[in-house]
């Protein structure tokens, strides 16, 4: 029973790869659109009828299509997986997809300590970034709410995101605090996904867009909330100290910053995902890797900061780590 378990674990890569690749030839946007035979849908797409007939019969097992008649749509699960429905699912599919050559070295990373197969996502191309992107969205879509409601953010007037991407975490804030104001810091390629996105949902006006690189250059100063969204674990220590230093000279004093992110046990075993993710951070980055609260907490009080506690616990990186800088810490206008 035990080897049967592990072994149906060790097969999921096979149904992965199905609805990856399907995913990546866009098939689901296309099928929501007009149900199509596997050869009409092959003639149209110039992809071979025998291969392409697979694959849709096994999405159609998954419950991902349904097959009626020799024509194939998407069930309402595999909608999700149309570029069309208004809460798609497509980017992180495509995200994740773009994450299989670089977990494919994770044994010679493993031997080395150096991923061979590692591409950062600047160096794929736009089409990657926007992926990326969009990725981001799909998991903080409900994920941002549910935190706004759980962190009192009434005594703040002026955010701070960092790395705020399409700005989700910025606009669940503000929809919480009706007061507050923020500025969304990224790099310049992704500010204006983010202005177009704060335009559409209205919030445009409250948000001020400062592009830049959180590795090299001092953050915006004047406010007295900085949240750290999924950030940390893209970091090595080293490079999480210089950030939380930065974000100490940036901050207002009596300001608090804001971490979310999976934070582990003192066995680095729970929670599970945060297991899983930390390879993920192996294969995908240089140094990166997911912190115990000790090891967050330590960083955070070298850089100046006191009162650092967990706030937040979870399993699916929706901890929260808060900590704020002294009334009397010294307030320079460049850097230390």
């Known amino acids: 029973m035990v080897h049967g378990t592990v072994l149906d674990e060790v097969r999921e890569f096979f149904k992965s790869r199905v609805i990856l690749t399907a995913a990546e030839l866009d098939l689901f946007t296309r099928l929501e659109r007009q149900q199509a035979s596997a050869d009409a849908l092959a003639e149209e797409l110039g992809h071979d009828k025998r291969a392409l007939t697979k694959i849709l019969d096994c999405l159609a097992a998954f419950q ?24 798609t699912e497509l980017p992180m599919v495509l995200h ?23 591409r950062p996502i ?28 759980a962190y009192d953010l009434s005594p703040f007037k002026r955010l701070l995101d960092i790395g705020g991407a399409s700005g989700t975490y910025t606009i669940a804030f ?41 590795y090299s250059d001092e953050l915006p100063v004047g406010c007295d909330l900085v949240l750290l969204s999924a950030i940390i674990h893209q970091n090595s220590p080293e490079q999480n100290l210089d950030l939380y230093h930065k974000i100490h000279r940036a901050l207002l004093p009596d300001g608090k910053v804001l971490i979310r992110d999976h934070v582990m046990d003192s066995t680095r075993t729970r929670p599970s995902m945060g297991a899983l993710f930390a390879i993920n951070m192996l294969v995908a980055t240089v140094g990166g890797s997911t912190y115990t ?31 704020r800088k002294s009334k009397t810490a010294f307030q320079p206008n460049s850097p230390e």
């Open 293 to 323: 609260f000790e090891e967050i907490r330590d960083a955070l009080e070298a850089a100046g900061f006191v009162d650092v506690k967990m706030v937040r616990e979870g399993e699916k990186m929706d901890c929260l780590v808060e900590a």
């Open 122 to 149: 600047l160096e794929r191309g736009k089409e990657s970034l926007k992926h990326f992107i969009g990725a981001m969205h799909v998991v903080g879509r409900k994920l941002s709410k549910e935190i706004a409601d």
């Open 96 to 118: 994740l997809n773009a994450l299989w050559e670089t977990w494919s070295g994770l044994t010679e990373t493993v031997k080395t300590g150096s991923n061979p197969k590692r």
């Open 174 to 214: 503000l929809e919480k605090n009706p007061k507050m104001t923020a500025v969304l810091f990224d790099r310049p390629d992704v500010v204006p996904v983010a202005k177009d996105r704060l335009g559409a949902e209205g919030f445009l006006g409250r948000v001020e867009l400062v592009a830049g690189d959180f």
């Open 64 to 87: 991902l299509l349904v097959k009626e008649g020799g024509a194939y749509r998407p069930t309402q699960q595999g909608a999700l997986l149309s570029a069309r429905h208004p809460e």
